[in-house]
């Protein structure tokens, strides 16, 4: 069914820009609430950003606020993760998942999304 692919990742120095893209297929995104997590080596997977299904409503871990950026193009079935700002601390495979429901007040965990892509390479070093 829905199928989510990450794309964007990379190496970095710090302080650089890197915008991940989350590409849907099989399904419309318009139907989701999106989240981006990311899960760094001997780390639990931890959310970075959520969005609600109009784009209206975001969250952000508090490591995060104020660097990042979540956003979706209903249009091309996307949605983006604009990372600034970026420390060696961001390192990390991030990753997107899909499901039924925005909460205002906490991002969302990892066990309320059921679609998930593969993850993408998120490097920051000199």
């Known amino acids: 069914q829905l199928q989510l692919v990450e794309s964007g990742g990379g190496l970095v120095q710090p302080g650089g820009s890197l915008r991940l893209s989350c590409a849907a297929s099989?399904?419309?995104?318009?139907?989701?609430?999106i989240g981006w997590f990311r899960q760094a080596p001997g780390k639990e997977r931890e959310g970075v950003s959520c969005?609600?299904?109009?784009?209206?409503?975001?969250n952000y871990a508090d490591s995060v606020k104020g660097r990042f950026t979540i956003s979706r193009d209903s249009a091309k079935n996307t949605v983006y993760l604009q990372m600034n700002g970026l420390n060696p601390e961001d390192t990390a495979v991030y990753y997107c998942a899909a499901g039924p429901k925005y909460y205002m007040f906490r991002l969302a965990t990892r066990y309320e999304y059921d679609y998930w892509g593969q993850g993408t390479q998120v490097t920051v070093s000199s």
């Open positions: 969005i609600s299904r109009s784009g209206s409503l975001t």
């Open positions: 099989g399904s419309t995104l318009d139907n989701y609430a």
